[in-house]
């Protein structure tokens, strides 16, 4: 029977980017919440380590894995690892993302194809691989932006196509999944306090005053959004995009 404070107990969670920010909040609080849980990380093996170090002193199953989101081979290997190592996988954060923010005349193609490989191929390529190893009860729970319902700023059109092609996904996805009794839901943070955003960074002068609450977001509190959809209490929840932004699109 599962424990009242680990609604999560036996499951495995795959958290892609889970070694910095809103990712390794995820991490955390999914394995506080009983999962065993893989990361993967591109650029950041030490803070990688760290977050597992972390998770197993408080107890719980964790493990690493190197995987450049933008690479299919890699992503694919990301989960056959998960899944051997742990058993199986119950749960697919695709969080792993980038932006280079430019005017659209001054967006660099290669820039453009790094943002579509890893926001919108690596989030299709991590998923496909993900469902053909998830039973009933799984759950798939992408990392979107607010930026998809109100663009706050200049130069992010790009990095908002990519999101905009997850929310599509998203809703189209639950009627192949739905009948497998797999959730499919996109969690939209808004101006939250992460490596790319910081709370005293540029962005914020701009953003900053729309946020309803007063504040930035800390990802702690996207991981909590996060953590209900992966729980037995979401299951009727799917095809969601919900917005965790402090009211900035409300």
């Known amino acids: 029977m599962t424990e009242p404070n680990q609604p999560l107990a036996g499951k495995v969670a795959l958290v892609t980017g ?67 190592a742990f058993g199986g996988i119950d749960i697919l954060v695709n969080n792993a993302g980038v932006a280079v923010n430019a005017l659209i005349e001054d967006v660099r193609f290669e820039d453009y194809e790094r943002m579509l490989a890893v926001n ?35 130069t992010a059109s790009v990095y908002t196509l990519t999101k905009g092609a997850v929310s599509g996904f998203n809703r189209s996805l639950v009627r192949d999944l739905g009948p497998r009794g797999i959730t499919v839901n996109t969690v939209h943070p808004g101006p939250t306090d992460t490596d790319m955003n910081p709370a005293d960074g540029p962005v914020a002068a701009i953003v900053g005053p729309g946020v309803a609450i007063g504040r930035y977001g800390q990802p702690r509190e996207i991981a909590a959004v996060v953590a209900f959809l992966a729980s037995p209490e979401a299951a009727f929840v799917t095809g969601a995009d919900i917005m965790a932004d402090g009211g900035l699109t409300a």
């Open 18 to 84: 889970g070694s910095r920010s809103i990712g390794a909040a995820i991490a955390r609080r999914l394995a506080a919440d009983g999962a065993a849980v893989a990361l993967t990380y591109s650029a950041s093996p030490d803070r990688a380590a760290q977050i597992v170090a972390e998770i197993e002193a408080a107890g719980g199953h964790a493990m690493a894995i190197e995987a450049d989101a933008g690479d299919p081979a890699a992503v694919r290997a990301s989960v056959t690892g998960t899944v051997e």
């Open 120 to 154: 919108v191929t690596g989030v299709f390529v991590a998923t496909q691989e993900a469902v053909r190893h998830m039973k009933t009860g799984g759950r798939i729970i992408h990392i979107g932006s607010s930026m998809t319902r109100y663009a706050a700023f200049p």
